[in-house]
C-alpha cells in the first residue's frame, strides 16, 4: 500500500514587492501554521519514507518545519524543480518516478507543491471535490497499488483533508 501527502506551502509574505514569486518566504502565519501542520502529522504517527517539495522559497521553509516535527532527515528531502507551479500530470510523472522500497507493506510520501495544480492533482488521483487545498493544507491519500509507477488519476482514496483555519 502506498500512501502520498500532498501538502500545500504555508502562508507566504509579500513585505517585498521586489521579491520574485520564486524567492517568497513565509509570512508570520507561515511561520506558525507549518510547524502545527507538521506536529497534526507527527500525532498521526507519519513517518516518511519520502519527502519530495518544490525548490521555491516557501515551499521548502514549510518542508523544512515538518521534516523537524516528523524527524525527518532535512538531507534526504528531495528537491524537484518541476513541482514549481507544475501542473497535474506533472505532478503525477513526479510521484511515479518515487523509487520503490522493496519489502515495505506501506511506503508513505510527502509532496509540498502550489496551487492551483495541486488542488487539480487532489482531486483527478482521488475523485475528489475539493475547491482549494488551502495554504498549508494537507491530504492523505491512499492506494492498493504496490509501486508508484502505477499510480494513475482515479486510483487513490482520500483518507484525510486538513487546513490550519479548520481547527482555528
Not at 514549510?62 to 516535527?69: A, E, F, G
Not at 524527524?71 to 534526504?76: A, E, I, V
Not at 487532489?122 to 492523505?140: E, F, L, R, Y
Amino acid at each position: 500500500m502506498k500512501k502520498l501527502i500532498i501538502i500545500r506551502h504555508a502562508k507566504s509574505s509579500w513585505d517585498d514587492p521586489s521579491l520574485d514569486d520564486f524567492d517568497r518566504p513565509l509570512n508570520k502565519r507561515g511561520e506558525k501554521d507549518a510547524p502545527r501542520m507538521g506536529k497534526l502529522l507527527h500525532e498521526m504517527k507519519i513517518t516518511p519514507d519520502y519527502m519530495i517539495s518544490s525548490p521555491a522559497v516557501r515551499t521548502m521553509e514549510t518542508c523544512r518545519h515538518i521534516t523537524k516535527k516528523l524527524d525527518f532527515p532535512s538531507n534526504k528531502v528531495i528537491v524537484d524543480q518541476r513541482l514549481y507551479h507544475a501542473e497535474k500530470e506533472i505532478i503525477l510523472q513526479v510521484v511515479q518516478e518515487i523509487p520503490d522500497r522493496k519489502n515495505d507493506d506501506e511506503e508513505i510520501a510527502l509532496l509540498f507543491g502550489h496551487n492551483p495544480g495541486l488542488t487539480d492533482f487532489v482531486n483527478a488521483i482521488s475523485n475528489g471535490a475539493i475547491v482549494n487545498v488551502p495554504t498549508c493544507g494537507a491530504a492523505i491519500i491512499s492506494f492498493s497499488r504496490d509501486h508508484w509507477s502505477n499510480l494513475k488519476f482515479g486510483s487513490g482514496k482520500m483518507e484525510w483533508f486538513h487546513y490550519p483555519k479548520k481547527v482555528d
